[in-house]
C-alpha cells in the first residue's frame, strides 16, 4: 500500500494488490475502487462550499454523503466537507503528477 495524501485527519492510500483505494477519516476506513473514488470525488464536486459558508441556515450545517456501495455514508460538518475535499483533491493530483513522472521517465529511456 502506498500513501497517496493525507489530512489532518484523513489519509488516502492506494492498494495495487487489490486495485483499489483506501480512505480513513477520523478513524473510519472507506475501500473504493477507482470508479468509486472519482464518483466520490464528483459527489464531493458537487456541493457548493461556498453558498453553504455565507448560509445563516442551520440546515447547512451537516452534509449526508452516501458513498457508490451504498451500504456507507459519510455525515460531515462544513469543516468537515473542507477537508475530505481537499484530501480527495490532493491525492488526484498526487496520482496525475505520479503519471506524468512515469510517462516522462518512459519517454527518457526510449531516446
Given at each position: 500500500m502506498h500513501l497517496i495524501h493525507q489530512t489532518?485527519?484523513?489519509q488516502i492510500v492506494q492498494a495495487d494488490k487489490e486495485n483499489c483505494f483506501y480512505m480513513t477519516y477520523k478513524g473510519m476506513?472507506?475501500?473504493?475502487n477507482v470508479c468509486s473514488f472519482i464518483a466520490f470525488k464528483s459527489k464531493i464536486d458537487t456541493?457548493?462550499?461556498e453558498l453553504m459558508l455565507m448560509s445563516d441556515v442551520t440546515k447547512n450545517?451537516?452534509?449526508i454523503i452516501p458513498?457508490?456501495?451504498k451500504d456507507?455514508?459519510?455525515v460531515l460538518t462544513l469543516e468537515e466537507m473542507i477537508e475530505v475535499k481537499h484530501l480527495v483533491q490532493g491525492a488526484l493530483v498526487m496520482l496525475e503528477l505520479?503519471?506524468?513522472v512515469h510517462q516522462r521517465i518512459n519517454r527518457a529511456?526510449?531516446?
Open positions: 489532518e485527519n484523513g476506513e472507506y475501500k473504493m456541493y457548493n462550499l450545517d451537516l452534509e458513498l457508490c456501495n456507507r455514508f459519510l505520479n503519471s506524468i529511456n526510449l531516446v
